[in-house]
């Protein structure tokens, strides 16, 4: 085997920066049997020389960005984060000819599709799995594996941080704010959170899958996204008496020439595939035209399983050369019409037979009923619930039901309402 | 974007080989949007001329294999199947520097390792994510997506009778025979079933997978090999009180320098990620020492899945023409060494009192107990039955456990023994 050296430049030494130098350093002969390839790190950027980074080579630090993009490396792996000066870092780097592995998810999210083109008309390649879902190779199943068929739509469990959340207030009935400290506590959740919990890091990865899948640029409000501290201990009680779990689901869906992208709480049956992804797990349900429904989960985050999908770009960019394209598929719009499903709906009532005019209303709205519940509340604060499972109706008649109750005066508090996935 | 054409020789035209044919006719505009690559399949080698083939231009059609491996196609895709001729017409193409896509399995498992290394020596491409679990790209994220990472384990349903079989046996508590008959009459058995229900299918598809994740040529018999002829509905009743269901799982876990493949039921606990993959689907458990486990699923077999994994590797070798190596492992023997495991044991007694000395047995050679129930027959046959799940034990102990039950004259019927999975 002829064995060929790539020199690698690196952006950026974070978390999973060090993943990067780590991995290389432990799986190197391994990667040279399976590759052909010696990888070699010859300079890393950083902003403070001085930190304390066990196992990286200081005498590699530089904090002058030339010294890297300048260097004479054959890729440039740019782990920076954040938009600029990330942005211009990859844009000199393609222009100067060079390939570009990235894990820059919000600048993907911002400006993915310009950039794929940017590195298409160099004829070089831009490499980005490691910017959704960690070392799951979800962006090679769309871009290689699944390249034959027609994408019909997708879904997945995108955020680790809502799904631990959402798993310990299954799992051991607590309460938002206690299974958010815990992820916190567990470093599961920033001290921060309102990335995570308010979904918008799920609509971040659901945009560049979404673009990759239907081959189409996206517009920056082209997600609806909601978050997941509405949701109470009452919810996943009431979801779980009706069959179900409440998961944080970002679904994108191709029809009639228009995307829809969702991403927010859902009802999902028991035994739906995405139901049992427990934990800070992530996973994606892609189907396809051939294929038909296909699963893939892992760790959805973390050091090492970053850096692995990092270093899978790095070594395929490096055995074969060859641009991927993007496909040309033009602007789409995303659509924000109306859509069909059954609902979860809880209302926070004065007065449990309440129940009455909320489904009078329901009904002149051409909402059919499936199950339906008052709870009388355990203390006396007077807040009782009513807590319905709706027939398939439409989104549009659901939140103008909302409103006519909100009118009539019967709610003492927020009102929910989740949809509930097929 | 620059156009290229690729022309490809397809020999056979069966169920894959029409699934490719249709495929490439509804995508073509995709894939050449996201490849820039344009599909033409110049010739079709077939034994019968005149077999009717609907939506395939019999002008392609030929008899003569010199006909498509001469004729300056830049890629041959074998479908034949089978060790002979499809070997050789292989071997020719690669050695005339062609590109090779196969879907053939029983040729991979008993040669693969060698054909890679050919396709290495000629600087040319062998793609076979076909062989393994249809459409699921299982072997793309071996050899590129999982590339930084050293493979420990791999487990998986890989074969959709058994597993189509067990379902029905679980779900509808009926026995192997009617199960059976239910799945070759819905098409996901054959007449003759023996390769798919005495595991070799299974095996084969584990044979490939672990020369790819260990990267080590192993020899023919390495692997391990059980069917579920003998799983009764009894089985699966015990199972589910024990609080486990019975699928059939390949694995193959790399320790100490050597390969230990088994292939076979499994017991496992209903929460187990592969417990929930149902009917004829099939799922591959990686886990790699970066990325932790991940999970693969999705439909294994049939027409179009399969054909959608051969048309991968068609558009990736066509995008990118650097030949992937073969890890220079060398052979490594599989270990046929004892192991530990929880298992499940029945046996068929003339007198449930004979759980007493079967226990008395299993103690003298150091197994625990945790769970045994004698249970009358329901019918006069005096069959009755002794059901035990043993603590981690040695799986010679229990071997020897099973003689020396024999030895006692306590049976009335053949003795049942499964693993219990971690």
């Not at 068929?149 to 959340?165: A, D, F, M, R, V």
């Not at 998961?247 to 927010?264: I, M, P, Q, R, Y």
């Not at 985050?301 to 641009?323: E, F, M, Q, R, T």
Request: charged residues 25%; hydrophobic residues 45%.
């Amino acid at each position: 085997m002829v064995m060929r050296k790539l020199k690698i430049g690196l952006l950026g030494c974070g978390t999973v920066g060090r993943g990067l130098v780590e991995l290389v350093g432990r799986n190197q002969g391994l990667i040279q049997q399976r590759s052909g390839v010696e990888l070699r790190i010859t300079q890393i950027l950083v902003r403070d020389l001085n930190k304390e980074r066990p196992g990286v080579d200081r005498t590699l630090l530089t904090a002058n960005p030339d010294k890297v993009l300048n260097n004479g490396c054959d890729m440039v792996v740019e782990l920076v984060g954040g938009i600029q000066p990330a942005k211009s870092f990859i844009e000199r780097s393609l222009a100067g000819g060079k390939h570009v592995v990235t894990a820059n998810k919000a600048l993907l999210a911002l400006d993915g599709f310009r950039l794929m083109k940017a590195a298409e008309a160099q004829k070089v390649r831009l490499g980005f799995e490691g910017s959704v879902c960690g070392g799951i190779p979800i962006i090679r199943a769309l871009r290689a594996g699944l390249v034959g068929n027609s994408i019909q739509k997708l879904s997945g469990i995108l955020n680790g941080t809502c799904n631990y959340i959402l798993t310990r207030m299954t799992e051991d009935r607590v309460d938002f704010e206690e299974a958010l400290r815990e992820a916190q506590a567990k470093g599961f959740a920033e001290a921060d959170p309102t990335l995570d919990v308010d979904g918008h890091d799920a609509a971040q990865k659901l945009k560049i899958l979404a673009e990759l899948a239907f081959g189409a640029e996206l517009g920056p409000d082209a997600v609806q996204v909601e978050g997941i501290r509405d949701i109470a201990a009452d919810d996943v009680e009431a979801a779980r008496e009706f069959g179900f779990v409440i998961k944080h689901v970002a679904t994108a869906e191709f029809s009639d020439d228009s995307v829809s992208l969702n991403c927010g709480p859902v009802l999902l049956a028991q035994s739906h595939q995405l139901a049992s992804i427990r934990d800070e797990n992530n996973a994606v349900l892609v189907r396809g035209d051939a294929v038909g429904e296909m699963l893939f989960s892992g760790k959805g985050a973390g050091s090492l399983p970053s850096a692995s999908a990092v270093l899978s770009d790095v070594v395929d960019i490096a055995c074969h050369k060859g641009g991927f394209s993007v496909s040309s598929g033009g602007q789409v719009d995303a659509a924000t019409r109306d859509c069909r499903s059954s609902f979860y709906l809880r209302f926070t009532v004065a007065d449990p037979s309440a129940i009455g005019p909320i489904t009078t209303i329901l009904e002149r709205n051409r909402i059919g009923v499936a199950r339906a519940a008052a709870l009388w509340a355990r203390s006396d604060s007077g807040k009782h619930q009513v807590r319905l499972l709706t027939h398939s109706s439409s989104k549009h008649a659901v939140e103008a039901s909302l409103r006519d109750v909100a009118a009539a005066g019967l709610e003492k508090g927020k009102s929910v309402f989740l949809r509930v996935a097929d």
